[in-house]
């Protein structure tokens, strides 16, 4: 397949990683960014980052994506920081990447290469990729948090996780996705998952992201059901590395 034969030069060279803005609900306040991988593919256009991912894990590329996404993440929030903007930064992982031991390595790698504070960094995990084979992803799980960094279940609501496993994950923020959110758009909304989600989170807890708020109803509705942080549109499109200290310095 083409793009398999592509993805070695463009690790190099094609793949971008953009970053996507989150916030305080209660007022704004910038606090992170998520990173987020972009392959513009010279013949064939924008391949989905799900798609990037599948092909760097059928041949054998996966630590070397996300250790790109990785040093990427890192070096541009120290980027922010110079420039006064102490931010953190989350990184998607896969349930192969967290099946793999090497995963902790990396990231300590990774950090070791930085002066960032290991909490600064959030390594999110979809819900469904965390419940692949819980025993060995708690256990990496497990020493990920042992570093010091952050942890988020992804996707929230979409997978099929057992209150009493989530309970033993070492995580310390949800994300409520997006299409749950986008419920709350309609007159007579329905605010029922949102609510849910945010009381067994803050039984356990655990902080939550309100993902793909795109207009102010949603952003209201979501910090009044208690959701500490908000990401989407509303606030800001994945931006270009370069593109981010300017939108910065405009939303201090
Ligand atoms: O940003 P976008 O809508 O294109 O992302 C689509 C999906 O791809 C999201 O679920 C996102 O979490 C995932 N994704 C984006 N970047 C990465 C990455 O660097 N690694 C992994 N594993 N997934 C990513
Ligand atoms: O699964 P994950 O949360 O990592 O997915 C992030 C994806 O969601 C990215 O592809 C990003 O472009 C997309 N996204 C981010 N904000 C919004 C939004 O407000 N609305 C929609 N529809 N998609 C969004
Ligand atoms: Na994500
Ligand atoms: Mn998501």
Redesign the pocket.
């Known amino acids: 397949m083409v793009l398999a034969r592509d993805l070695p030069r463009a690790l190099e060279d094609g793949i971008e990683v953009w970053f996507?803005p989150q916030a305080r609900a209660a007022d704004g306040a910038v606090t992170g960014a998520?990173a987020?991988l972009r392959w513009e593919h010279p013949r064939y256009g924008a391949v989905p980052?799900p798609e990037v991912v599948a092909v760097a894990e059928r041949t054998g590329l996966l630590r070397r994506l996300t250790d790109r996404v990785l040093a990427a993440a890192l070096a541009a929030r120290a980027d922010w920081a110079r420039a006064g903007h102490e931010l953190d930064v989350s990184v998607?992982v896969t349930a192969a990447d967290v099946a793999d031991e090497g995963l902790v390595a990396a990231v300590a790698a990774a950090l070791a290469g930085t002066a960032t504070p290991p909490a600064r960094l959030t390594v999110?995990i979809?819900e469904s990729g965390a419940m692949e084979d819980p025993e060995r992803c708690l256990a990496v799980l497990d020493r990920l948090a042992g570093l010091g960094v952050r942890l988020s279940v992804?996707?929230f609501g979409t997978g099929h996780s057992s209150l009493a496993y989530l309970d033993r994950l070492p995580v310390h923020e949800v994300?409520v996705?997006?299409s749950f959110v986008?419920r709350l758009d309609a007159a007579g909304s329905d605010a029922t998952v949102v609510r849910t989600t945010v009381a067994l989170a803050h039984q356990l807890g655990l902080q939550v992201v309100a993902?793909?708020?795109?207009v102010p109803a949603q952003w209201r509705a979501v910090a009044d059901l208690g959701c500490e942080l908000v990401?989407?549109?509303?606030l800001a499109?994945?931006l270009p590395p370069e593109a981010v200290l300017a939108w910065l310095d405009a939303h201090r």
């Open positions: 996507q998520e987020l980052p998607n999110e979809t992804d996707d994300k996705d997006r986008a993902e793909g708020v795109e990401q989407g549109y509303g499109r994945p």
